[in-house]
């Protein structure tokens, strides 16, 4: 899960709008710093004077090809990293809901201190103006906030808002299509909306009984009435 992320950022390689995770910047960034220490060892390792060697200290020789080799990976793999990383601290800083800027005082003593305890807080529940949510896996693909998501009985359109709720959705006017099952219950056209469900209608008589002006009930709805008037004792 930690090298998707990894993967996942690098995808993400200048997208500084939107919100990450905690579990998304820590696994891009530790796994960085490990690589980078595996780098600036072996430089160094392979970069010893001819002293150390002299003094019985068990080390490569002194190589200066394989020190430019492994020095210029090194530099190679900084700037590769540098747009990534700059971008998932500003994501894991909008999931704070805090503004991007605040990258800039890493740079800063003392408030470097306050934008690391920023990165280490969980994320925040509200859906905000940076967006609804961080990423829960890679690759998920999460509303933006004020985008209009078509269903089948309108528009749903999402909007940050600070009640706690994940995704807020609110309707729009649109109905479903004229004729529709659905659209003749909300005009209260029950006798069509029975006949388009596959009910019989029965035609009104000229002096109407009871019985003839409601829809007999099937055999599982008699069924069902029974057994409730048997259990309410009647």
């Not at 896996?137 to 209009?148: I, L, N, R, S, T």
Request: aromatic share 14%; charged share 20%; with cysteine.
């Amino acid at each position: 899960m930690y090298f998707q992320w990894y993967r996942y950022c690098f995808s993400k390689y200048f997208t500084f709008q939107g919100r990450a995770s905690r579990t998304e910047y820590w696994s891009f960034t530790i796994i960085n710093l490990l690589i980078l220490w595996v780098f600036w060892f072996i430089s160094k390792l392979v970069d010893i004077p001819e002293e150390a060697m002299s003094e019985g200290i068990p080390v490569f020789p002194k190589d200066p090809v394989l020190a430019l080799i492994f020095g210029s990976l090194y530099l190679i793999f900084c700037i590769a990293i540098f747009f990534p990383s700059l971008a998932v601290t500003v994501r894991r800083l909008h999931d704070r809901n805090h503004s991007g800027f605040w990258v800039i005082a890493q740079l800063i003593p003392l408030l470097n201190l306050v934008v690391l305890l920023m990165l280490l807080l969980p994320s925040s529940p509200y859906p905000n103006y940076y967006g609804l949510r961080a990423p829960r896996f890679p690759g998920e693909k999460v509303p933006e906030a004020g985008a209009d998501i078509y269903g089948p009985y309108g528009t749903v359109a999402y909007r940050p808002q600070s009640n706690g709720d994940e995704t807020v959705t609110q309707q729009n006017q649109n109905t479903p299509a004229k004729g529709s099952v659905m659209d003749e219950i909300m005009h209260e056209n029950l006798a069509n909306a029975d006949a388009q469900a596959g009910l019989e209608d029965r035609p009104a008589a000229a002096s109407p009984s009871k019985s003839e002006t409601h829809r007999p009930m099937r055999g599982e709805e008699s069924s069902l009435v029974a057994r409730l008037n048997k259990l309410s004792g009647k």
